[in-house]
Every structure is written in C-alpha cells, then in structure tokens.
C-alpha cells in the first residue's frame, strides 16, 4: 500500500513564526501535492512537486514556499505564519499521468 | 475532521440500502476522474477511478458512471454500512502534471 506520512498531526504555532511542514512518500511517485482543506472552501492546491527541485504554483500559494531535495520528501513552509494560516494541511503524492493522488492524514495547524 | 462536513450537502440513507451519491464536473477536456472517501481526521482515501473513454467501472460494492454529455459523475454504494460513513468527493483531471481540480464533497449518512 503506499505511505504518505506528514510529520505532525496537530501543531499550535505563533504569529510570525516560520513553520515547516513535512512530507515523505514510499512509492517512488514523481508528483508531490501540497493543499489546504477549510470548511465550505474544498481542497485548495498550494503547490506541486513534478520531480526532484522543481515546483510550480497551485492556486493560492501567496504565503507559502515548499522545498523538494529528495523524491520522496515535500516541505511546506510558512515563511511568516499569519492566523488565515490556521487549517488542515494535507500533503499527496501520485504518478505521472492519469492516476490518482495518495493523500496524508493531514497536520491540523492552529496559528495563534 | 469533523470540520471537513460542515456547510455540504447531506445524504441520509438506511443500513443496507443502496446510496448515490452525484457529481457535476466542470471541464470538458477533462479525461480522468477519481472518487475519495475522507472519514473523520484522516485524509482522502482512494475508492476508485474512471478515464474517459469508458461510462461505468465496477469495484467492490461500489461503481462509477460517468456521462460526458451532461458532465455528471456518480459514485454508487450497494448495501451501505455504517462504515461507509464519510465525505465524498470527485476529482476531475483535466490535463497535465495530474493536477485534479476536486469537488465540494457530499456528506454520507447511514443509519441503522
């Protein structure tokens, strides 16, 4: 079965702070996917990965920057944590081409 | 979590019958749809998918149409348990880097 583990399930942050957020896939995939998931709003895609150091904008990344050193890990960053940034995060991964995305638990991240 | 359910539409249905759950999907190009099931504090889970080129793929208990005339999805569940107890949502690809643009989610009730 494929493995998308994020490293936190619940974090309470401060206003300000820079946070990093982390994800690790077992499976080899090539796509990495970073959303947001608020009631009433859906999942929100933030970033993707499609290979090793490159990324492109999802809709709404103003706030965010993610890392990808390795295939198998994809970091979330919140340069200056702002309290809209409250929400559940959840990290995917998937391969190329028509198949589907393999979702994380989530991190629940409150900014006080 | 519990806050993923809140402002979606609700199906109720009995223990033991069939739930069907509906989809309108938004662009025509698209050529690949997924269906996810999201219980309480995890992330979505895979139930099954469909490319364009077919109307119906059967899996265990569940089945998926899909009418690219009228842009509709449906997720059928046969004899519903208490388990299928969940959020709902489609997926549609459509086209490149397997970005998939998801639904607002229906909210599945069961009881006995």
């Known amino acids: 079965d494929v493995k998308v583990t994020q490293s936190s399930r619940y974090l309470v942050k401060r206003t300000g702070e820079k946070v990093f957020l982390e994800c690790v896939q077992d499976?080899?995939?090539?796509?990495m996917f970073w959303y947001r998931q608020d009631p009433g709003l859906g999942l929100r895609l933030i970033y993707f990965?499609?290979?090793?150091?490159?990324?492109e904008k999802g809709d709404i990344p103003e706030g965010y920057s993610v890392s990808r050193e390795k295939k198998e890990r994809f970091s979330l960053i919140l340069e200056s944590a702002s309290t809209n940034q409250t929400s559940m995060y959840l990290c995917?991964?998937?391969?190329?081409?028509?198949?589907?995305?393999?979702f994380g638990d989530g991190t629940r991240l409150s900014i006080l | 979590g519990e806050s993923v359910g809140l402002h979606l539409p609700t199906l109720s249905v009995q223990e033991g019958d069939n739930s069907i759950i509906n989809c309108a999907y938004s662009?025509?190009?698209?050529?690949?749809f997924i269906w996810y099931k999201q219980e309480s504090g995890k992330g979505p889970q895979f139930i099954i998918d469909?490319?364009?080129?077919?109307d119906k793929r059967q899996g265990q208990r569940v089945t998926v149409l899909l009418n690219k005339t009228v842009k509709h999805l449906s997720l059928q569940i046969a004899a519903t348990q208490p388990g299928d107890s969940a959020v709902y949502f489609c997926?549609?690809?459509?086209?490149?880097?397997?970005?998939?643009?998801f639904g607002a989610g229906t909210r599945l009730a069961v009881h006995p």
């Open positions: 997926a549609e690809n459509p086209g490149g880097y397997n970005k998939l643009i």
């Open positions: 499976m080899d995939h090539e796509n």
């Open positions: 995917a991964s998937g391969r190329e081409g028509n198949q589907p995305q393999h």
């Open positions: 469909i490319r364009s080129n077919m």
């Open positions: 662009n025509s190009a698209s050529d690949y």
């Open positions: 990965s499609y290979d090793v150091k490159m990324k």
